[in-house]
């Protein structure tokens, strides 16, 4: 695997170490590829464009409440070569959204969250932040890394490698997980001949 973002050893209190690596995720697509986010629509115009908004206004002649809910889109996507369309987060219905399956039953707060779902997902589609795999492997006497031992997990988001309180606790949660799932198959592989109970016999 290559792209390397960050490497360290990390000491468990096992008494063993570990190769503790960090790679760009590269297979990873959108967060939107997961539920739980605001209202996205994919738009042949740019709705955040008063030239292109007035002309689709005029050839469609949209009600109000749909004149509004394109007033308040905002940019994900711009065009591109993979899809010629825009990708614009619908504000508006990304409010309902929240007061009708977030629980934010305060318009205020709705608002909070709805600016805060964007926000995160603008980053992404602005590369200000990425996904990353762990991977763990155990060293052996040399202080040399086991890759046939090594495990992975992918779809992190960057800023767990952030040095904050946060994150550095976060950070070492999914260390100590991947050193758990190290250690279970060295257990298997060390003990793969031993014969299991049969406990159905009397």
Known sequence: ????????????KNGKRYSIVWYYDNDSGSPLEDDGYGVTERLDFDPTNER???????????????????????????????Y??????????????????????????????????????KGWYDESWHWITASVAP????????????????????????DDEDNRSYRKEVIEDLIASVEHVLHHQLHKDQLELDLRRD
């Open 1 to 12: 695997m290559t792209d390397t973002i960050h490497t360290e050893i990390y000491a468990h």
């Open 84 to 121: 010629g369309s825009g990708l614009f987060y619908d504000v508006l219905s990304s409010l309902h959204l929240a007061r009708a399956e977030w629980g934010c039953t305060d318009t205020v707060k709705a608002m909070e969250v709805v600016e805060k779902d964007y926000a995160y997902l």
């Open 139 to 162: 060293l052996d006497e040399d202080d040399e890394p086991i890759e046939s031992n090594r495990e992975y997990c992918c779809r992190y988001e960057s800023t767990i490698l952030n």
């Open 52 to 82: 292109q908004l007035a002309a689709y206004i005029e050839d469609f002649g949209p009600e109000l409440e749909e004149e509004t809910r394109l007033r308040l889109m905002r940019v994900l996507q711009g065009p591109n070569r993979h």
